[in-house]
């Protein structure tokens, strides 16, 4: 059977950084350890002046046909997810087409482009769609071009101002994957809720605490879906769990959540028993609030042993390494846990190939999928082909004075015009508006 997958990624960060401990906290009057330990968050990527959904996405996409010697009549199908995007007619995936029109001779006329939403989700939903189109048959042995592209903004005093991100995450799927194969067996977990929406504007309107406890109901429902199909999962069993990461302290949840979840009737559950006794089960209660109440103790008691700390730090702790340094991307975040982690891998030279990734994604309105991965033989040219590190280590540093004018700058309703903070170089541009209110883009060398 054909084998599908993620054969190449690209990551492009946005140009600047804003220090969150450093910068951000004092100026809210915080404790810096909210941020570093709390959130596990030290620093938000932000788009220069220059920069927005389409440059980023570019830029990224790009990068990877320039590595993978690809042309665009390579390329059957270009999709953008984004939550960010800023036109309900013409997709964003057109814009990117164009950009890279201007630096391939050939054009990509015949591949289908399309725009997919929702939330956070779509990126892995526009896999989904690439994945399905190659299984089918009709893609004539071309490859898909999946983009996931966000300027994750929020209204300045919002709680998740502290959670901001910008970045694009280019993948190519196609047959006989280098990097990962996706499996067949998916499950999902949604409901109509309402914890993060932008009902036709830009800063999202967010019941942050709400959208916690609905990420952990979907994505436990979607586990158990997955489960269904794909047979009872046990911590063992997987190399690594990406999730999808607003900050890393939603992931310290999940991963915990998941953990107990997988640990049940398990020899784990045995061993753990003597120190912090047995999982409650529901039907030992006979009020609701009471098994609530012991399940939330048992939780605390799970998260303090060893046995679940050396998990966590073996299968959770390295898919958070970037999204530490970026922020959230909405769409691009759960493939930079995944990035992240193989990343991690090729640092600390483990044999990979073979291996297994658990992968959580989650959308806000609200669903969640999981789906397993096999990791690919060409895992460790493609990883180590990413520049990453440097593009972080490029970013100009915003002073709090900055970061006020930036946010203007991108926020819709503000007429702002200001100074870029960073030099383009070899990069896709924003460069103004046409007669049609369209955006116009440009290559710096
Ligand atoms: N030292 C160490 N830890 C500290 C601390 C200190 N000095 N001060 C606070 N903390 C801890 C808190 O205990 C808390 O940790 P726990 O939840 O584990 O207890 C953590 O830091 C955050 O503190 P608060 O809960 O007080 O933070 P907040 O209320 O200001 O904001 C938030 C939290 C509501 C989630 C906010 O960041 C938010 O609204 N974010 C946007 C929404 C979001 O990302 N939701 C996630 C699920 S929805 C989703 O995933 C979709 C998406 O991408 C948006």
Redesign the pocket.
Known sequence: MTTVGIDAIEIWTGNLKLDLPGTFAPQKG??????????GLNASSFPDSYEDIVTMGANAAYRLMDRKGLEPEDIGRIDVATESSFDNSKPVSTYVAGCLEQVYEGDFHHANKGERKF??IAGTQSLDDAYNWIKAGRNRGRAALVIATDT?L?ARG??????QGAGAVAMLISEDPSLVELSIEQGYGSADET??LKPNQQF?S????R??Q??LARMREALEDFESIAGDSHPDQYAYIPF????P??V??AGLLGYRHMIRDTEIEDDLAAEIGRQPRAEAFDDDEAFREALREYMDSLKETETYQDWYAKTIDPTLTISREVG?W?TG?VHVARASVLKHGLENELDLTGSKLLVGS???G?EAEIHAETIQEGWREEIGALNVDEQLAARYNLSWDDYEEIHDAHNHEMDVDIEPRTTPEAEFVFDGWGRMGERKYTFVE
Do not use: I, Q, W
């Not at 919002?158 to 959670?163: F, H, Q, S, V």
């Not at 999808?244 to 900050?247: D, I, K, L």
């Open positions: 915080e404790d810096p350890e909210k941020y570093t330990k709390g959130l939330a956070c994750a929020y919002d709680a998740g101002e502290a959670t914890d993060f999202p967010v019941d942050g605490k959208s916690v609905v990420y999808h990461t607003p900050f302290g939603m310290r949840k959230n909405y975040s989650y959308g806000s609200a």
